[in-house]
């Protein structure tokens, strides 16, 4: 038999099992794992829940305003004024809290959690959007009283409701508006707007207007309408007899297209009235009541440095006129002074308008304005052709507004020259959504404001925007980064380190 060479022989030995080695599991090792999964989900726990529990019941006092002028937070003035609060108020957002297309969603949201915070559960915050909920309007407005609008707010106490148009919580560059057609807002009355309507509705109390009866006067269901959207309960009053006498809880004074003069004993009445800082409104246009001689009522207008002559202003500038054929029924404007410091539409339709002068000779302490002017290029045609040397081509007043300030409340008298601004044919035509409606609601707003003891402070807008606070979006990223990012790193590195020291 051949040998086996060496190599051979090592080729087809088969190798021999090496005997098995048991490693020894250190029971020590399985505990501190089990620890620390354990340590790790229940610190992960612990920390879901406690966020939990304070978003719930402390989310809105561990809040911190970063704005250079403190928007998102409200003054020390309302703050005790909130803590004083005896009636429950709801605030509703008629928007979705979320939609960052509302470029001053910033200024609302915020400061209104802090109302919500700081009013020990008198206020009830709530935002509601009316495309998702279309009932919303009816139930707070049965009557459509009130013309509430998706995208406003709503204060409401018992019965007492009254809307907030975010747009008007802000003061604008009249001089950037007028050159360029652009509202850049300068200041911020947010806080002073909600803090007032709040004081409204929960006084129990509505304003309260009285139309002056016996004259004819047309009928005035829309504009009782547009009255009762700022608050105001209207009546009818009649001042015959020796014992007539305005209420005392008059706060505005009507007298809505007369077709008669006012007797003796209400031009009496009317001087009183103004006399102990009254404030009126005359509506008297020129279409039909041209032949009447308003001898007493002139007297009370004379008071106040106004005067209503027999002539129809006459406009001459076509691109003014609504219907080129008729020259007596255009677009005014409102006067430029009046408009720097209050926030009102550009034009108004005005029909008929009368002539109304503004004396030379001013009572003393009286102050006249207009607010609603024709173009430069307007004139006066008068009844039987009769020449005033004080007339010519130019702007003429559509709406005056004078004001007494020999006391600390000035009286106040609003003459207005045309229907246009109170009528209801008017209204059932446009609507109280038009550019009528909206100077009325402010002008009557500004000369009949929601009186407040307490006087709000106003912020100062630090630049042209109105994204200057920071936003609630910002707000909520910082808080996942803070409260999930930083943890979530802190727990991948610990993992990490553990899977690089378990086998130490």
Not at 143 to 166: A, E, F, H, I, S
Request: overall charge negative.
């Amino acid at each position: 038999m051949a040998r086996k060479t060496a190599k051979e022989s090592i080729l087809r030995e088969k190798p021999g099992r090496s005997p098995k080695v048991k490693v020894r599991i250190d029971e020590r090792f399985k505990s501190l794992k089990s620890i620390s999964v354990v340590s790790v989900v229940l610190v992960v726990a612990i920390c879901i829940v406690f966020n939990m529990i304070i978003d719930m019941t402390l989310d809105k006092k561990l809040t911190f305003d970063s704005t250079s002028v403190k928007s998102n937070s409200v003054s020390t003035i309302t703050g005790d004024y909130l803590k004083t609060l005896d009636k429950k108020v709801e605030i509703i957002g008629l928007f979705d809290k979320n939609d960052s297309s509302l470029e001053w969603r910033e200024y609302f949201v915020p400061l209104l959690d802090d109302y919500e915070a700081k009013a020990n559960g008198m206020i009830d915050l709530k935002y509601i959007d009316p495309d998702i909920d279309p009932f919303i309007m009816t139930q707070l407005d049965p009557d459509n009283t009130y013309q509430l609008q998706k995208n406003t707010y709503v204060v409401r106490c018992g019965d007492m409701l009254v809307g907030v148009d975010p747009y008007s919580c802000f003061e604008y560059d009249q001089d950037v508006a007028q050159y360029y057609g652009v509202g850049m807002p300068v200041a911020n009355n947010v806080e002073r707007a909600f803090t007032r309507c709040i004081v409204y509705v929960t006084s129990g109390r509505p304003l309260h207007a009285y139309y002056l009866s016996g004259h004819d006067s047309p009928s005035h269901q829309k504009f009782d309408t547009l009255l009762m959207s700022l608050g105001f309960v209207t009546s009818e009053i009649t001042l015959k007899g020796e014992s007539a006498k305005i209420p005392d809880d008059c706060e505005l004074l009507i007298i809505l297209q007369p077709k008669t003069d006012l007797s003796l004993v209400e031009k009496e009445l009317l001087k009183t009235y103004l006399d102990n800082s009254g404030k009126i409104l005359l509506v008297s246009d020129f279409g039909d009541s041209k032949v009447k001689d308003f001898t007493n009522l002139n007297d009370v207008a004379q008071r106040m440095g106004i005067s209503l002559e027999p002539g129809i202003l006459h406009e001459n500038n076509l691109d003014n006129l609504v219907d080129v054929s008729d020259p007596y029924y255009s677009i005014a404007k409102a006067d430029s002074e009046y408009a720097s410091y209050i926030s009102i539409p550009d034009s108004y339709t005005v029909e008929n308008c009368r002539y109304i002068k503004i004396l030379r000779d001013l009572p003393q302490n009286v102050y006249v304005s207009p607010l609603v002017v024709t173009s430069d290029s307007a004139s006066v045609d008068f009844q039987n052709a009769q020449i005033d040397a004080d007339v010519s081509a130019g702007t003429y007043p559509v709406v005056v507004q004078a004001v007494d300030a020999s006391r600390s409340e000035m009286s106040c008298m609003i003459v207005v020259g045309t229907q246009t601004f109170t009528s209801d044919a008017y209204y059932n035509e446009k609507t109280l959504d038009d550019n009528n409606a909206l100077f009325m609601r402010q002008m009557v707003h500004d000369i009949c404001p929601i009186e407040i003891d307490i006087l709000v402070p106003q912020r100062k807008i630090p630049s042209y925007t109105l994204s200057k606070p920071l936003s609630s979006s910002s707000a909520t990223m910082w808080s996942f980064i803070v409260m999930t990012v930083i943890p979530l790193g802190s727990l991948i590195c610990g993992i990490a380190v553990y899977q690089r020291r378990r086998h130490l």
